[in-house]
């Protein structure tokens, strides 16, 4: 079991909006604004989209947004393009001996 | 451009032991903490362990009960990763990552070495 909870998988057409999930608690997410997002293609290594919760690294396309709410912190796509079917992952630090957690990883399918 | 290149993965028996390394290129990296993150087969991924830029701070995951060695050589780029007693369950691909950064984010991945623990 992962130490943030997300949405198993997503689903959007082209063109439209989808919101992925992370559910923490009050030693993660809700405690600290150290929410970081990452798309990973399938046999490829994870990239950074989303950092300190909504935050773009340079390079990062601006279709991608983040927020937080309390213990939950989410991830926006607008503009969905089919390169955007892959798995996302929500990481945080956490006030714990494991000092970064992530989450289990929200598959998204461009329909 | 700034590169993370891992090596040292392969096949090793139940109990055994490997030493993955990570070269680094394309930026300053006596200044900035290095991370190891797993992905076991089909799951999510795992943070494992990190070290500062120093060396002189290392972290651990719960999971690995005492099980590991992080370490930096700073003259030559490169960060190690020493594992030992391994077992099945530690079957994965391991990615170096540049980080964690000022808001803990890991922001350079390497292409990853797979760890396959079995008899």
């Known amino acids: 079991q992962s130490a943030l909870t997300q949405p198993a998988s997503v689903s959007g057409s082209p063109g439209q909006s989808i919101t992925i999930s992370c559910t923490g608690t009050s030693s993660d997410v809700g405690a600290y604004n150290y929410v970081s997002w990452y798309r990973q293609h399938s046999g490829k290594a994870p990239k950074l989209l989303i950092y300190g919760v909504s935050n773009r690294p340079s390079g990062v396309s601006n279709r991608f947004s983040g927020s937080k709410s309390g213990n939950t912190a989410s991830l926006t796509i607008s503009g969905l393009q089919a390169e955007d079917e892959a798995d996302y992952y929500c990481s945080s630090y956490r006030s714990s001996s494991t000092l970064w957690v992530f989450g289990g990883g929200t598959k998204l399918t461009v329909l | 451009e700034v590169q993370l290149l891992e090596s040292g993965g392969g096949l090793v028996q139940p109990g055994g032991s490997l030493r993955l390394s990570c070269a680094a290129s394309g930026f300053s990296f006596s200044s900035y903490a290095m991370s190891w993150v797993r992905q076991a087969p089909g799951k999510g991924l795992e943070w494992v362990s990190g070290?500062?830029?120093?060396?002189?701070?290392?972290y651990y995951g719960d999971s690995l009960e005492g099980r590991l060695t992080i370490s930096r050589d700073n003259s030559k780029n490169t960060v190690f990763l020493q594992m030992n007693n391994l077992r099945a369950e530690d079957t994965a691909v391991y990615y170096c990552?540049?980080?964690?950064?000022?808001?803990?984010?890991?922001?350079?991945w390497g292409q990853g070495t797979m760890v396959t623990v079995s008899s």
């Open positions: 070290v500062s830029d120093g060396g002189g701070s290392t």
């Open positions: 990552a540049k980080g964690p950064g000022g808001s803990d984010e890991f922001d350079v």
